[in-house]
């Protein structure tokens, strides 16, 4: 694979089952345990830890962003189930699965939900639910070549389900019709097809476009087992990533939704992976012969790749007036009051000018590499104060504010016609 896409690789962001934010909204933890004899709890951060409910195990730090901006002088190339826009001069010889394969196992079951084979590596997605962790699988291609690829990285939580990724970097003669084998007694053989990955010029070509406030989205439609499958791919500004496509939305009311032209709004149903944001959807298909469906994402939640540092002189006692204003991500905002908790914790409030009436409303951001807890509005989802430990006597603190959290409203809107998209 290229080296823009290495480049693009990144660490585990987003656990298997805890993403949906809390519907209390109220002393949200903002930042992973680094070690304080207080465990927190994340809110609206990637890096969400909950003990006793979740334990990631980080075995490589590698895992495939999604979000690859791709010129119309390129050739792209969508890889299904694991939600990356291969961006190459000219187009590749890649080999993919285009649609996931489940397989019972003992009681539980066990999905290949993504491969990609090319000249410089192999990577393959899958999830559990009820069946053991693997740490490699085997292999077989058509002519009876074995190959051996270890597990990268692996995500479970207490409700029997687990996320992992298998990764070989070099090139291995893979393609066609092969097996996919994993050494349990028995043993567990899954019969897999890898197709050659289909070639665009454009991302409108690939499926439904609409551009909105500087981010454009892109809906890849298909139909697999009677369902619905749609795949959201976007371009969007360098130092701006989408962290949720409006699919577990930050507001419930402003989530994605599939409606036909009677109105009526059919559930979709989606699964926990490895990259970041959810990106794939599922919905039921079921005597719809010739209707056209239309989905609408009202809003999405970005973070920007900005920061700022912030020098604060802290009370001696009780809270101070400080109204002190800064700008991140080109959003103004302001710290209003400091309030010294005690000898050791001091709390931030924070003003950020939150407006629904506006295209962009920054919403939330977190301290870096420092533990903290968060309020957040029940209603708005606005960040209200950050509270964090201070050295006892201290009279200066300096912090930096960092992954500032922006709403961008759309809507984004998506005709869908099941003779188009459905009918095969």
């Known amino acids: 694979m290229s080296n823009e896409i290495k480049r693009e690789i990144e660490e585990i962001q987003i656990p298997l089952e805890l993403h949906r ?14 070690g304080n004899k207080r465990i927190v709890k994340k809110w609206a951060n990637r ?7 979740l334990v990631v195990i ?15 002088q390129k050739a792209l190339q ?14 590749q010889e890649r080999y993919v699965l285009d649609q996931p394969i489940s397989t019972e196992v003992d009681g539980g079951s066990l999905v290949v939900t993504g491969m990609v084979v090319d000249d410089e590596m192999t990577y393959i997605t899958m999830n559990g639910t009820n069946v053991e962790k693997y740490q490699s699988v085997k292999l077989v291609n058509g002519k009876g070549e074995e190959y051996t690829i270890k597990s990268s990285q692996m995500v479970w939580g207490s409700n029997g389900k687990w996320t992992g990724s298998y990764w070989h970097e070099g090139k291995l003669d893979l393609k066609g019709q092969m097996k996919l084998i994993i050494a349990e007694n028995p043993e567990i053989v899954i019969p897999l097809t890898l197709n050659k990955a289909k070639s665009f010029d454009r991302y409108q070509d690939m499926g439904g476009t609409a551009a909105v406030n500087g981010v454009t989205i892109t809906a890849i439609a298909n139909k697999m087992d009677g369902l619905a499958r749609v795949a959201l791919v976007s371009q969007q500004p360098k130092d ?9 939305g930050v507001h419930e009311d402003k989530r994605l939704y599939v409606a036909d032209v009677a109105g009526k709004v059919y559930p979709i149903q989606y699964d926990w992976g490895l990259s970041n944001p959810v990106r794939e959807f599922y919905f039921d298909l079921s005597g719809s012969d010739g209707k056209t469906y ?17 020098s604060l002189d802290i009370p001696s006692h009780g809270v101070i007036d400080v109204e002190k204003s800064f700008e991140i991500a080109g959003f103004p905002a302001t710290i209003t ?28 951001f977190r301290i870096d590499s420092m533990s903290h807890m968060a309020k957040i509005n029940e209603q708005t989802k606005e960040l209200e104060y950050l509270e964090f430990d201070i050295k006892p006597n201290s009279k200066k603190v300096k912090i930096t504010l960092t992954e500032p959290e922006v709403i961008i409203r759309g809507p984004w809107k998506f005709e869908l016609p099941y003779d188009k998209y459905f009918s095969n």
Do not use: C, W
Request: charged share 25%; aromatic share 6%; no cysteine.
């Open 240 to 248: 701006l990533k989408i962290i949720d496509f409006g699919i577990d």
């Open 58 to 72: 980080i075995l490589s730090s590698a895992v495939f962003n999604t979000q690859v901006l791709a010129t119309i």
């Open 337 to 364: 009051k400091l309030e010294r908790i005690n000898d050791d914790q001091l709390r931030l409030y924070v003003n950020l000018n939150y407006n629904e009436q506006t295209s962009k409303s920054l919403h939330n």
């Open 78 to 91: 969508y890889i299904p189930g694991i939600g990356t826009v291969v961006e190459d001069d000219a187009p």
């Open 47 to 53: 890096r969400i830890l909950a003990a006793s409910v």
């Open 21 to 34: 934010r809390s519907k209390m909204g109220i002393q949200q933890a903002l930042s992973e345990y680094k």
């Open 294 to 310: 239309n989905m609408t994402i009202p809003e999405i939640n970005v973070t920007y790749d900005d920061k700022v540092k912030l």
